[in-house]
């Protein structure tokens, strides 16, 4: 490698860097509704579902970080009547 591409390589190397961590950091948020069939009514799962779902989680002693997808049909029920139950405040 020639000295003069030197710089450059450095400055490719951390704007690949930064691009990846940008990506990581976003990550996070992929909101997606999702439909109770129970009281056939839809939810936005976001940062205010996900809260709601770990106390009903601690409270039920489940782990909080199960993707609720995931649950048993009838562990989604328990789920939304629980969350029926407590209307829409933390």
Known sequence: MSRGS???SSLLLAAALTSSLAGIACE???Y???YDPYYTDYHQWNDDEVVYYRRWADETHRDPH???RRLPPEEQKEYWTWRHNHGDRH
Request: net charge positive; glycine share 0%; no cysteine.
């Open 6 to 8: 030197h710089p450059w």
């Open 28 to 30: 996070h948020h992929h």
């Open 66 to 68: 199960r993707d609720f």
């Open 32 to 34: 997606y509704r999702v």
